[in-house]
C-alpha cells in the first residue's frame, strides 16, 4: 500500500516520501508502536481502518526533527509512518468486537505519546482511541478531531468558568482555532488572543484580537488593568511566561490560573541526547509550577494533559460538530495530496508554526458525505 513515510531526520525535501509497498497492515501483522509486539497478541482492542484523511500537528515535526525520539520514536525506529490522527472507513475487526462493525466511518487518534504512524492507506488503531462519526462530517474535517478539537474541549471545560474573562495566547493555529470556539462555548464573558490573524479569530468569537507584533498584552495595563483576565490559555509559550506572566502585569487577576499547553509552538524541545537533555525541560515545568505556588501574585502555573480520553468525550465532539455549534478551520493552503509533493508540503506548513487552523491530507475520496 502507500505510505507517507520519514527515512530520516531535518531535511523535509529528502527525508519524507511515499512509499508505494509499505506492508498493509491486518490485525494479524501489525505491531505496536510502542512494544513491538503483533496487536494480535496484545489486551488492548484493535483494529484496521481504511485512510480517507489524515492531520498532522506540532507532535509531527518535532519527532520528524528528531527532537523526541526518546519517547516518540516507534520502537523500530526509522522509517515510520507519519501522520497523527485520522477518519476512516473499518475494513477489519477482532472477532470479539461489538460496537464498530465493517463499513463504519471513524475517527482515531495515534496512540500517546506517538504523533505517527497514520498517513497511509490502511492502518491499524485502539477501538478506545476511536469513535464512530457522523456520515455527514466531511472526512477532512473530522480527521481533526481526535486529539486537536478533543484536546480544545477537554482542557476547556475543565478551566474555563461561565463569565470568565479569558486570554488565549496563539488563537490561530489547529488547536487554538478549536480553543476560541470552546472558550466562548463554555460562556466565557469576554475573549481576546494574540494572533496576527485577525478576520479569522474575530469569526470565532473573539471580543479582542491583540497583534503581538505590535503590542504586548502585559503592557495593555491601561485597557485591562482595572478589568482583568482570570484566566490565560498558552498555546505559544516563549516569552510569554517569564516577560509576560511574571512581570508583575496587573492584566491578570492575581494568581490567575496560567493553563499552559505542555509544548508551546514556539517551544524547542530537544530530547536526542535521551535523559539528560529531558531533565532541564522538566525541570522548567517545575520550577515553573514551585515558583508560582510560592509567589503572591504570580499567576498559577498548569500544565494539563490534553490528551487523556474520558468515556464518551469523542462522542460529545462529533454531536459539537454535527449539530455545527463548533466548526473545524483548516489551513487554506490544505487539504494537501497524498503525494510527496504534498506530503512534504503539509509537513512543512505544520513546521513554520504559521498554520491557521489544521493542517490536512486527503488520502481517499469521502464517498458519505459527498
Ligand atoms: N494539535 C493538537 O492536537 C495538540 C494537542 C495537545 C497539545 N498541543 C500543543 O499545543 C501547541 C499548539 O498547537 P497548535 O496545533 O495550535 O499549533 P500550530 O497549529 O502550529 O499553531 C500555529 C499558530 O501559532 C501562532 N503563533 C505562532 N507564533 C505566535 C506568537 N508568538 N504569538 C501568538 N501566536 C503565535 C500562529 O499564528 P500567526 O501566524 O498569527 O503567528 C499560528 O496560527 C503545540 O505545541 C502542540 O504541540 C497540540
Redesign the pocket.
Known sequence: MKAAIATGIQDFDKHINIDESWPQPTLETAKDGKTGKPVSKLAEKHMIVKVLACGV???DCRLFKGKTDMMQLPKWGRPYVIG?DICGIVTEVGEDESYYKLGDKIIARFDEPQPQGMCAEYVCVKTHLSEKCPASIPATEACTLA??AS?AKLVIEKFIQKDSRVLL????????TFMCQYIKKQGASFLAA????SDLVKSLGVDRVID?RVENWWELEKEFGENPFDVVVD??N?QNWVTGACSGTTVLKSKAPYVQ???????EIDMGMGIISVIPFIFSLLGRSLYSKLHRSCPKYITPK??ELKPGHLEALLEDIADKKVKVVLDPAGPFEFTTEGVRAAMKL?NS????G??VIEIAKDEQSS
Open positions: 500537528a506540532p507532535g497523527s486529539s486537536s484536546a495566547l496563539g488563537g490561530s493555529g489547529g488547536l487554538g494574540t494572533t496576527t490573524q503581538y498555546l505559544v516563549g499547553m505542555f509544548t508551546g509552538v514556539e517551544t490534553g490528551l505544520q508554526i504559521h498554520a491557521h489544521k493542517v
